[in-house]
């Protein structure tokens, strides 16, 4: 991405960081604009939370990493945001879970996927889905229903960061086990997520991926238990809560 020179001790270094990221996304073509609109949505909710990971979604990111583990076709969903503020940390994601990536773009045309398809190829990616774009997920009218047969049309588990509602809604219909980072719990994507990880992407992909390492070892049993004893209408109230008590310093 281009040069971001705004000095680290900067007191909004990390919030000016990743709007640079952002804005640097549109202009190599991987981000669209309205991407600009849904980070600033973001980054309002971000403030409420602290700009932390409380205790909820840590425990939710952990659960994240136990259903990847877990899961016989996990499949991370890699849209335009996504790849312009964490490429790399995916990527890393992945490898740790053994899950693959597949670009999925509401704003869908066949450059911006091979665009984001080979940001992500740059930052180590070596097998990237999306291209293919031979399923569609049902109940879906416009571009985002395109998905490949061998990637989020055959997964089990699947990491939806940044998703909007109603693919989120379709995809819970189809059975999936879905993951959903969205920073506001009372959207359409986490109310229907199994497992609703109120927190900042650049904070939970790498949170993920740090539990997936420590849980490697785990036995099936105590993964199991791990996801089972998750309850998500409690992870998605206690961010709630935290969002109407937050207060921006």
Do not use: Q, W
Not at 109 to 135: F, K, M, P, Y
Not at 207 to 235: C, K, M, P, Q, Y
């Amino acid at each position: 991405m281009d040069e971001f020179d705004v000095p680290e001790s900067h007191p909004r270094y990390e919030s000016l960081r990743t709007r640079h990221l952002i804005e640097a996304g549109v202009e190599r073509g991987i981000t669209s604009t309205a991407g600009l609109i849904a980070h600033g949505r973001g980054e309002a909710f971000d403030y409420l939370l602290g700009e932390e990971t409380i205790p909820s979604a840590d425990e939710a990111e952990r659960v994240a990493a136990a259903h990847l583990l877990r899961a016989e076709r996990p499949v991370i969903s890699v849209n335009g945001n996504a790849a312009a503020l964490v490429p790399a940390e995916l990527v890393e994601l992945a490898a740790a879970t053994d899950a693959a990536l597949e670009v999925n773009l509401f704003n869908r045309t066949e450059e911006r996927v091979a665009a984001i398809a080979e940001h992500l190829r740059e930052h180590g990616a070596t097998d990237v889905l999306g291209e293919a774009a031979d399923a569609e997920i049902p109940g879906l009218d416009h571009e985002r229903a395109t998905v490949d047969a061998e990637g989020i049309y055959a997964a089990d588990v699947v990491l939806v960061p940044l998703e909007d509602g109603d693919r989120a809604a379709a995809l819970a219909e189809m059975g999936k086990v879905e993951i959903v980072i969205d920073l506001n719990p009372l959207s359409r994507s986490a109310a229907v997520a199994d497992v609703p990880i109120v927190d900042n992407i650049v904070r939970a992909v790498p949170n993920v991926t740090a539990h997936a390492r420590d849980l490697r070892g785990a036995s099936e049993a105590a993964l199991a238990e791990i996801v089972e004893s998750f309850d998500a209408d409690a992870a998605r109230r206690d961010a709630e809560a935290r969002l109407r008590s937050g207060t921006v310093d």
